[in-house]
């Protein structure tokens, strides 16, 4: 069984940092490009970041582009995202995400994101 649990979700404030983790079991991780997306209050979902099987390649999107970082440690089976300088509009749920398979794509249950003074 696929799984996936996101941590690290918490409440800062505007400019502050905050390291999301996820934990993968039931499929074969280091062969498996892996994905961050969230979703904010009222909005549809919004891709993050996603980084290759080897951790070689990382992509972000715009919104996010040199304030976050993803990696991946294939030895604990986890993927992470440092997210520095935050802004009230990087609240949201975050997601991690894999496609097993063309036709088959997991989501974890989500951390809470909140950026607030």
């Known amino acids: 069984e696929v799984q996936l649990v996101e941590s690290g979700g918490g409440m800062v404030q505007p400019g502050g940092s905050l390291r999301l983790s996820c934990a993968a079991s039931?499929?074969?991780?280091?062969?498996?490009?892996m994905s961050w997306a969230r979703q904010a209050p009222g909005k549809g979902p919004e891709w993050v970041s996603g980084?290759?099987?080897?951790?070689?390649?990382?992509y972000y999107a715009d919104s996010v582009k040199g304030r976050f970082t993803i990696s991946r440690d294939n030895a604990r089976n986890t993927i992470y995202l440092q997210m520095n300088d935050l802004k009230p509009e990087d609240t949201a749920v975050y997601y991690c995400?894999?496609?097993?398979?063309?036709?088959?794509?997991?989501w974890g249950q989500g951390t809470q994101v909140t950026v607030s003074s």
């Open positions: 995400n894999v496609w097993i398979t063309p036709h088959e794509s997991y």
């Open positions: 039931g499929f074969t991780f280091s062969r498996s490009d």
């Open positions: 980084i290759t099987t080897g951790g070689s390649m990382t």
